[in-house]
Antibody, heavy 123, light 108 residues
């Protein structure tokens, strides 16, 4: 069955970097666009970034543009989120999610989500 | 930027029908998606492209979208439907995904 397992979260000081990973299994990873979505404690959902199934197109929320980089390694079935210049307001649970359908465009919604990894930015 | 507006809370008795709205400028021209999130769990897609139910989602969940308002309708509400519900659209003008603020559904 489909599995998405996030890792790499933890406590980090403001201004430092962190890289999240999302290991995918149970589906043809290279055929699906992938998203990162975050949720601050007690708050709603905030979309962070999207990468197309081939990795050629990337999209970012304004709040992370220039600081975060989404990437993927289709040979390892793994999605990444490199987070630089972290701020207190980046504190959240970060979810990775796969598109609801294979081979679709940027307007394809996240159809299946992992359980998330918590990132805490604090001194 | 494009804004989606949801009521903070909706309450309904078991067996009744819950309607959760999502408002946005000319939202009927966009494809609208709905997620259910129970406490401590990851979100689950319950309706996409306005009215399509993913595999495994009960027929009690349905969606509509017209004008400036989209609606998620949950028929014959059960205690297990108590959760937060979020709407979402793709804003093609800015290449950004947008979520509504979420609605907490309480089953009385």
């Amino acid at each position: 069955q489909v599995q998405l397992v996030e890792s790499g979260g933890g406590v980090v000081q403001p201004g430092r970097s962190l890289r999240l990973s999302c290991a995918a299994s149970g589906f043809t990873f290279s055929s699906y666009g992938m998203h990162w979505v975050r949720q601050a404690p007690g708050k709603g959902l905030e979309w962070v970034a999207l990468i197309s199934y081939r990795g050629s197109n990337k999209y970012y929320a304004d709040s992370v543009k220039g600081r975060f980089t989404i990437s993927r390694d289709n040979s390892k079935n793994t999605l990444y989120l490199q987070m630089n210049s972290l701020r207190a307001e980046d504190t959240a649970v970060y979810y990775c999610a796969k598109d609801v359908s294979s081979g679709c465009g940027a307007d394809c919604p996240p159809g299946y989500w992992g359980q998330g990894t918590l990132v805490t930015v604090s001194s | 930027s494009y804004v989606l507006t949801q009521p903070p809370s909706v309450s309904v008795a078991p067996g009744q029908t819950a309607r959760i709205t999502c408002g946005g400028n000319n939202i009927g021209s966009k494809n609208l998606h709905w997620y259910q999130q129970k406490p401590g769990q990851a979100p689950v897609l319950v309706v996409y492209d306005n009215s399509v139910r993913p595999s495994g989602i009960p027929e009690r969940f349905s969606g509509s979208n017209s004008g400036n308002t989209a609606t998620l309708t949950i028929s014959r509400v059960e205690a297990g439907d108590e959760a937060d519900y979020f709407c979402q659209v793709w804003n093609g003008n800015t290449d950004l995904w947008v979520f509504g603020g979420g609605t907490k559904l309480t089953v009385l």
